[in-house]
């Protein structure tokens, strides 16, 4: 079994200052890990994967996440937000079966 | 340019209707997928095809059918049966089933709306 939390459902920030999105997970198997970005109405669009290489894991607009295993935990950070980078973001993991379980999403609220 | 495509973007349905939305890849991905997302709920799988003519029922799959005659469409009929249809509907597909180690690529959604 996986399940997949993410512990803020809102956070704000203002621009140029740095972004965490913070996501826990569980799983029984060595597991794969996601973040996907949804701007409004818009679809899924994949900001970087973990999948047992290094445990800092550089994605795309700057993003990147750090695996940590002690702490089950898969948190989400940029150095300076830009207004670009308002949207909603889901952490995802994957396991030895064919299922990906999303978490809730946080939003991102950038201010100028 | 490689991707997924759904349509429309926009759909209304009448009580007692079914109604199809389409899903369309060019990426030669042997998997595809259909979510439904409501608000603070994440995303839910409702059905998911490994290769042509083969699929199986995710975890909200009452009240919705699918069919895979063709390896680059997966269409989702959302039938009277499901009687809170209102949500975004995401398409999706990877390379191969592969567990829940391959990257998933998304469609821009269908908003299904209930008159």
């Known amino acids: 079994a996986q399940s997949v939390t993410q512990l803020d459902s809102h956070v704000s920030v203002s621009e140029g200052t740095p972004v965490l999105l913070r996501c826990n997970y569980s799983s029984s198997y060595s597991p794969s890990l996601f973040w996907y970005v949804q701007h409004p109405n818009k679809g899924l669009q994949l900001l970087l994967k973990y999948t047992s290489a290094a445990t800092l894991v550089k994605g795309i607009n700057g993003f990147e996440a750090e695996f940590k295993k002690s702490e089950t935990s898969f948190h989400l950070t940029k150095p300076s937000a830009h207004m670009s980078d308002a949207a909603e973001y889901f952490c995802?993991?994957?396991?030895?079966?064919?299922?990906?379980?999303f978490g809730k999403g946080t939003l991102l609220t950038v201010n100028p | 340019d490689g991707g997924i495509t759904q349509s429309p973007k926009y759909l209304f349905r009448k009580e007692g209707q079914n109604v199809t939305l389409s899903c369309e890849q060019n990426l030669n991905h042997d998997a595809m997928y259909w979510y439904r997302q409501d608000p603070g709920q994440g995303l839910r799988l409702i059905y998911y095809?490994?290769?042509?003519?083969?699929?199986q029922k995710g975890d909200i799959a009452e009240g919705y059918s699918v069919s895979r005659e063709k390896k680059e469409s997966f269409p989702l009929t959302v039938t009277s049966a499901q009687k809170n249809p209102t949500a975004f509907y995401l398409c999706a597909s990877s390379r191969s089933l592969a567990g829940g180690l391959e990257t998933q690529y998304f469609g821009p959604g269908t908003r299904l709306l209930v008159l």
């Open positions: 095809s490994q290769i042509v003519n083969d699929f």
């Open positions: 995802v993991v994957g396991g030895s079966n064919y299922k990906l379980t």
